[in-house]
């Protein structure tokens, strides 16, 4: 399984991005996705998450009201549309799946593939 992020840029804080992921190898429909992000001297932190067929998501309490993640199955994408950017989430972002049972998962352990991760930066 192979994960594209992009999308990622230079903004001012109060603007918006929106984060692809593109999914190749497999069934997408069969994975979970999340999206993680890792400042600079920090650990990475969960973001958000989407079950196999969008119905359900669950946000981290930082990006919460302010983020939004979907997935299109039949574009094997899924995305993180961020509105209300802070300085504070400047960060490099990553995308990731998982196929084994249980929604939501919040931690990086349990995530089998990864993407590459996108820089976002927000200036103040």
């Known amino acids: 399984v192979q994960l594209q992020a992009s999308g990622g840029g230079l903004v001012q804080a109060g603007g918006s991005l929106r984060l692809s992921c593109v999914v190749s190898?497999?069934?997408?429909?069969?994975?979970?996705m999340g999206w993680f992000r890792q400042a600079p001297g920090k650990e990475r932190e969960f973001v958000a998450c989407?079950?196999?067929?969008?119905?359900?998501?669950y946000y981290g309490d930082s990006v919460k009201g302010r983020f939004t993640i979907s997935r299109d199955n039949a574009e094997n994408t899924v995305y993180l549309q961020m509105n209300g950017l802070k300085p504070e989430d400047t960060a490099v972002y990553y995308c990731?799946?998982?196929?084994?049972?249980?929604?939501?998962?919040?931690?990086?352990?349990?995530?089998?593939?990864w993407g590459q991760g996108t820089q976002v930066t927000v200036s103040s």
């Open positions: 990731a799946a998982y196929s084994s049972s249980g929604f939501p998962h919040r931690q990086a352990s349990e995530y089998e593939y």
């Open positions: 190898g497999r069934t997408f429909s069969d994975y979970a």
């Open positions: 989407i079950s196999w067929r969008g119905g359900a998501t």
